[in-house]
């Protein structure tokens, strides 16, 4: 079956430190992978997305994301958070011609000071 | 540039009332049309997708149905609300076929 997986949770990381959150996937070929960010009470934004091509993608707001089609990986990283990237993070992905995006559980973020 | 709104952004109504949320989408013509709910602790889960007006597909069978009365509206009702109704509420838009997905601010509906 077509699953995306966030192994963590939640992840609590300094401010200024680095951030890679971790996204897998379970597909019979390679998906159009995507980040979401989803601050309290709020839409989902997209943070970047693949389709095919150069496998690292950079976004908005500094995060980047690397697909490894070896490791069925699509990990999202950003070298300095601020306060402000506190928030769930969704990796989804879906097969080319299929309107249904599949949804990670998501990771929370908690930025300390 | 396009824009989705969604009302109301908060819903607080008793269990066997009736439901009517609505989505618009602005600056764009035929979009494709979602509503998802996400629920504590069960992440996102898509609901109805519509590809044109009067085109709905329903992925989880349910209290809930959508209609699609024109090109950029969408809307999610219930004739008698359950607590597992609860939940916040969000849709998205896409163009193409299908597109990347853009999502609204939500509505969050209380059943008590």
């Known amino acids: 079956a077509q699953s995306v997986t966030q192994p963590d949770i939640h992840i609590t990381v300094s401010e200024g430190a680095s951030l890679e959150l971790r996204c897998n996937y379970s597909?019979?070929?390679?998906?159009?992978l995507f980040w979401y960010v989803q601050s309290p009470g709020q839409g989902l934004q997209l943070l970047l997305k693949?389709?095919?091509?150069?496998?690292l993608v950079q976004g908005i707001k500094g995060f980047e994301a690397e697909f490894k089609r070896s490791q069925s990986s699509f990990n999202l990283r950003k070298p300095s958070v601020h306060w402000s990237d506190a928030a769930e993070y969704f990796c989804?992905?879906?097969?080319?011609?299929?309107?249904?995006?599949?949804f990670g559980a998501g990771t929370t973020v908690t930025v300390r000071a | 540039s396009q824009t989705i709104h969604q009302w109301p952004a908060t819903l607080v109504q008793p269990v066997g009332s009736p439901l009517s949320l609505e989505c618009t989408v602005e600056?764009?013509?035929?979009?494709?049309l979602y509503w998802y709910r996400q629920a504590a602790g069960r992440g996102l889960q898509l609901l109805f997708y519509?590809?044109?007006?009067?085109?709905i597909s329903s992925e989880v069978p349910q209290n809930l149905s959508a209609s699609r009365p024109q090109d950029r509206q969408f809307i999610l009702s219930s004739k008698k609300l359950l607590l597992s109704d609860s939940g916040f509420y969000l849709c998205?838009?896409?163009?193409?076929?299908?597109?990347?997905?853009?999502f609204g601010p939500g509505t969050r509906l209380l059943v008590l």
């Open positions: 989804a992905a879906r097969v080319a011609n299929d309107y249904k995006l599949s």
């Open positions: 693949y389709f095919s091509g150069d496998t």
């Open positions: 998205a838009w896409s163009l193409g076929s299908p597109g990347t997905q853009y």
């Open positions: 519509s590809v044109g007006i009067g085109q």
């Open positions: 600056g764009t013509s035929n979009p494709n």
């Open positions: 597909y019979g070929a390679t998906p159009y």
